[in-house]
């Protein structure tokens, strides 16, 4: 069992920065998928950044060359770096993991079925 817990999130504006993180426990997040996805209201949850064991990475379009995701082993800590926010970026983020084997390129970690354990999640509101 994995369990995670996102924090980080909160009210900023437009152009601002956030760095989300979430911490693990039950696991070690050294060797294992990870990632984080993003959900609208009303819309289907969508991947933004994965990051396998590794440390292969793949972010979606909309995070390419502006996110960036990383894991601090020491902290068993996942993070998502979010500079240049835009009104587009509100959602609420959640983290999720894998223990499976899900190696880069040949498991999608934008896809949310190949992780089996999520966080709670964490609103990001960016006002313009």
């Known amino acids: 069992q994995v369990r995670l817990v996102e924090s980080g999130g909160g009210p900023v504006q437009a152009g601002g920065s956030l760095r989300l993180s979430c911490v693990a426990s039950g696991y070690t997040v050294n060797r294992i998928c990870m990632g984080w996805f993003r959900q609208y209201p009303g819309k289907e949850r969508e991947g933004v950044a994965g990051i396998d064991g590794d440390g292969r990475t793949r972010y979606a379009d909309s995070a390419k060359g502006r996110f960036t995701i990383s894991k601090d082993n020491a902290q068993n800590t996942l993070y998502l770096q979010m500079p240049s926010l835009k009104p587009e970026d509100t959602a609420m983020y959640y983290c999720?993991?894998?223990?499976?084997?899900?190696?880069?390129?040949?498991?999608?970690?934008?896809?949310?079925?190949?992780?089996?354990?999520w966080g709670q999640g964490t609103q990001v509101t960016v006002s313009s």
């Open positions: 999720a993991a894998s223990l499976r084997w899900c190696a880069i390129p040949y498991k999608d970690l934008l896809s949310v079925d190949t992780f089996e354990y």
